[in-house]
């Protein structure tokens, strides 16, 4: 599987790695380095990027020597982004790989794998709109096959970081995305997190409220006395809609318009 990988990254050449700080895209940047001289990296910053992902880019720029770009790439600039309508994930990857196509003149690539191309992804069009490559999709890669590839390379216990999507992805659709709310759902996560190590939690903010969603032997395991107490705190936080838990479910407070 390495192998196929890097035929294709060494027949693509030199390249531009969007890395946003999951394992998709740090297991891209760690084998197009380890394939090829002239490889750039290029990460963006934005209240919708937990400071988490931020560090872990720069750690393994660090440890491995690579070049990298951090920018802010201006989505929270645009009224069509913060208004969060279906296309929001459209609108934010436009802003990205606009931003890395102004700084460079190397092709763009992307840790979207094949696991990806079953779901409404919107920032898949912005990605074909900038000639973006997905070199995990040309090598038949799907997320458990990128796991076993950070394993390969040396990635450690990052090869079982848990997805991560972006903060934005927390707002159903329809609210409008604003800064502070993200910081507060961020937060949110981190005090539920530290109390009850949940391997999945999503603060999800609808419109009838807050919903903590957990994996299932995490829902398990919350007592209601700690339901109680981390409402409590949540509530603290500043978010004044009700809050409740519920299990997880994948991209729930995303509403994908009809076909």
């Not at 090598?139 to 990635?155: F, H, V």
């Amino acid at each position: 599987m390495l192998k196929r990988l890097d035929d294709i990254l060494r027949a693509i050449g030199p390249m531009a790695v969007a890395v946003s700080g999951g394992i998709d895209s740090l297991t891209l940047a760690t084998a197009a380095h380890r394939a090829l001289t002239g490889v750039t990296m290029h990460h963006a910053t934005s209240p919708a990027v937990p400071h988490e992902a931020t560090e872990r880019v720069r750690s393994q720029a660090h440890r491995f020597g690579w070049t990298l770009d951090v920018f802010d790439a201006g989505e929270f600039a645009q009224a069509e982004y913060r208004a969060n309508t279906e296309n929001r994930c459209f609108n934010c990857k436009k802003s990205l790989y606009g931003a890395i196509s102004a700084s460079t003149t190397l092709k763009l690539v992307s840790g979207t794998n094949t696991d990806d191309l079953g779901e409404y992804r919107p920032g898949l069009e912005a990605a074909r709109n900038h000639a973006v490559r997905h070199p995990f999709v040309e090598a038949r890669i799907d997320k458990t096959g990128i796991r076993r590839l950070a394993a390969e390379l040396g990635l450690g216990i990052l090869a079982e970081l848990p997805a991560a999507p972006c903060l934005s992805s927390r707002v159903e659709t329809g609210i409008a995305i604003q800064a502070p709310m993200l910081g507060m759902v961020h937060r949110a996560e981190q005090m539920v997190a530290a109390a009850l190590q949940p391997r999945t939690v999503r603060c999800r903010v609808r419109r009838a409220g807050v919903v903590v969603e957990l994996d299932e032997a995490a829902l398990t395991r919350l007592s209601p006395s700690q339901a109680e107490r981390l409402s409590r705190e949540i509530a603290g936080l500043g978010i004044v809609k009700p809050i409740s838990f519920a299990a997880y479910v994948n991209g729930s407070a995303f509403v994908q318009p009809d076909a």
